[in-house]
């Protein structure tokens, strides 16, 4: 079973970040204390954002069992389907997406070029090759530093948990986007419900634009909640895009094609052997799969060691030529 | 082409590395100058250093809350505590249902009592006289016949007389005040009781 249709992930997507607003709101309207994302559930049963869970025992220098069971379960959860939460969840690409409209966000051509992969300038082949030569096989203190070199948003996770530690409260929470939304929604209620007058509800919208839409590059070069989920969505091995050499047109023509890559929020290139460690990224929205033309990329539950799929299984460069 | 590379990421590297000691710094010198809150937290809220550092802002407490008595922090209240659960007496009371301690995902609100002041009340009531009607002509006196403790007596000219030693501060008494409820433009919406935290109120019995 997979999924090659990208449009009706998307829809899905749109349904599911709709339910945790719907959620928050009846909250609010009928105290049922499901709460915000930033802790979510019902009763004495609740999952949490698993940095505010860690900011909290960091901050206060306290074991907290059950906050602890809460948050490894919302980290296997990542470890068996990534960032799924990124995509499926938080309302900061919604937000993005309603006051931007679909604009591609990032410069894909200086975000290849960063990571040393293959532009839309060098073929398939090369990059493969190129890799092939680098070897995959590195060191562990090579892949620790490759993480930190690669990605920015582990130097501000590892930042924040440092400050956080030595000031003795959750710092990050102060400016988290998704607090800040569901904050505006919470401070909106409160003003039309309650009568509570208060700045915030001009404030909190402002450093959401402030953050979201003048910065641009919050979801891929600071959010510390995308790099935790990352950290643990390297294990995940399902429901991740796979290529079908057979179909894309990248191995079976002449064209560049690119399309999926510069759909990729996360600037992920697929075709390369390097996909299968840049997927760790994947929040599976299904932007590729929409983007694809020729529906070569599907999203299915089996356990994929790469990303990259031929017929029998492995990438061989030896096909290209 | 690879060693270059290199080399300018082990700068980075160094420069990244500098970066986390000089975070560490500020956030020891940032969390040695944090002036804390003075305000009513939800009942058996720890003390207030230990719960600003548990309090993730998940507003879990505030939409769990039956009687709506708590309310987020403004932003003029505090720019660090904004977001953080206090308790709001002018529309509704505590209950002291316990649904807050049972939802907070940190433990940053433990059990409380209500009828055992020293586990952990959320204030203390205190009489404005020169609000308190009974004060100003004698009139009122609802405080005294609605709390539901028995913390506040009747003096010879029944006016109100709060016993510390019972009042838990389940803000009952202030928000059925009828003192000044209405004067808005008067610049001020303290009503004629008023609950106020445990330190404020030492500082007035000094």
Same mark, same amino acid.
């Given at each position: 079973m997979a999924i090659r249709n990208g449009k009706r992930i998307k829809l899905a997507r749109r349904i599911s970040t709709a339910v945790v607003f719907v959620l928050v709101v009846?909250?609010?309207?009928?105290?049922?204390?499901?709460?915000?994302?930033?802790?979510?559930?019902?009763?004495?049963?609740?999952?949490?954002?698993?940095?505010?869970?860690?900011e909290a025992m960091l901050a206060s220098k306290t074991f907290l069992p059950i906050t602890a069971i809460s948050l490894a379960i919302v980290l296997l959860f990542a470890a068996i389907f990534g960032r799924v939460w990124c995509a499926w969840g938080c309302p900061v690409p919604s937000i993005r997406t309603l006051i931007r409209g679909r604009k591609q966000s990032i410069d894909i051509e200086k975000e290849l070029a960063q990571k040393g992969r293959c532009s839309s300038g060098c073929s398939a082949k090369e990059a493969i090759a190129a890799q092939l030569d680098a070897g995959m096989e590195k060191k562990l203190s090579e892949r620790l530093f490759a993480l930190v070199r690669e990605d920015r948003r582990m130097l501000v996770l590892v930042g924040v948990l440092i400050v956080t530690f030595a000031a003795g409260f959750p710092i990050f929470c102060l400016v988290c986007p998704i607090g800040l939304t569901f904050g505006t929604v919470i401070a909106l209620w409160h003003l039309f419900v309650y009568k509570q007058v208060t700045a915030s509800v001009l404030v909190f919208p402002l450093c959401l634009i402030i953050e979201?839409?003048?910065?641009?590059?919050?979801?891929?070069?600071?959010?510390?909640?995308?790099?935790?989920?990352?950290?643990?969505?390297?294990?995940?091995?399902?429901?991740?895009?796979?290529?079908?050499?057979?179909?894309?047109?990248?191995?079976?023509?002449?064209?560049?094609?690119?399309?999926?890559?510069?759909?990729?929020?996360?600037?992920?290139?697929?075709?390369?052997?390097?996909?299968?460690?840049?997927?760790?990224?994947?929040?599976?929205?299904?932007?590729?799969?929409?983007?694809?033309?020729?529906?070569?990329?599907?999203?299915?539950?089996?356990?994929?060691?790469?990303?990259?799929?031929?017929?029998?299984?492995?990438?061989d460069p030896e096909r290209l030529s | 082409m690879v060693d270059e590379e290199y080399s300018y990421s082990r700068r980075a590297f160094a420069i990244g590395c500098s970066a986390?000691?000089?975070?560490?710094?500020?956030?020891?010198?940032?969390?040695?100058?944090? +002036?804390?809150?003075?305000?009513?937290?939800?009942?058996?809220?720890?003390?207030?250093?230990?719960?600003?550092?548990?309090?993730?802002?998940?507003?879990?407490?505030?939409s769990v809350c039956p009687t709506q008595v708590i309310e987020p922090m403004r932003l003029e209240e505090g720019v660090l505590d904004i977001r953080t659960p206090e308790l709001s007496f002018q529309d509704s009371y505590c209950t002291y249902c316990d649904l807050c301690r049972q939802v907070c995902?940190?433990?940053?609100?433990?059990?409380?009592?209500?009828?055992?002041? +020293? +586990?952990?009340?959320?204030?203390?009531?205190?009489?404005?006289?020169?609000?308190?009607?009974?004060?100003i002509d004698n009139s009122c006196g609802i405080c005294i016949e609605q709390c539901p403790y028995e913390a506040i007596t009747g003096d010879d000219l029944h006016r109100p007389v709060i016993d510390e030693n019972l009042c838990n501060g389940c803000g009952l008494c202030e928000k059925i005040c009828p003192s000044n409820v209405s004067r808005s433009y008067s610049g001020s919406s303290i009503r004629g009781v008023e609950i106020f935290t445990e330190k404020r109120f030492e500082e007035l019995s000094e």
């Open positions: 009846l909250s609010l309207a009928f105290d049922t204390g499901f709460g915000t994302p930033s802790a979510i559930g019902v009763g004495e049963f609740f999952l949490l954002c698993p940095l505010g869970g860690l979201l839409i003048i910065y641009r590059k919050w979801c891929t070069n600071l959010c510390p909640i995308a790099a935790l989920l990352s950290l643990f969505g390297r294990l995940a091995r399902r429901f991740r895009p796979v290529v079908d050499t057979d179909a894309c047109l990248l191995y079976t023509s002449e064209n560049n094609c690119h399309a999926c890559t510069k759909a990729c929020a996360e600037a992920i290139n697929l075709h390369v052997p390097s996909a299968a460690e840049d997927i760790r990224d994947c929040t599976r929205c299904g932007e590729c799969l929409a983007a694809c033309p020729t529906n070569a990329i599907r999203i299915g539950a089996e356990k994929t060691s790469t990303v990259l799929l031929a017929e029998e299984g492995d990438p | 986390l000691v000089a975070c560490s710094a500020a956030g020891f010198v940032f969390g040695s100058n944090l +002036s804390y809150a003075d305000v009513l937290r939800p009942p058996g809220a720890l003390d207030e250093p230990d719960f600003f550092a548990r309090c993730i802002r998940c507003y879990r407490c505030i995902p940190t433990f940053a609100i433990g059990t409380s009592d209500p009828y055992d002041i +020293s +586990s952990g009340r959320i204030g203390v009531a205190v009489i404005h006289e020169d609000r308190c009607l009974a004060f």
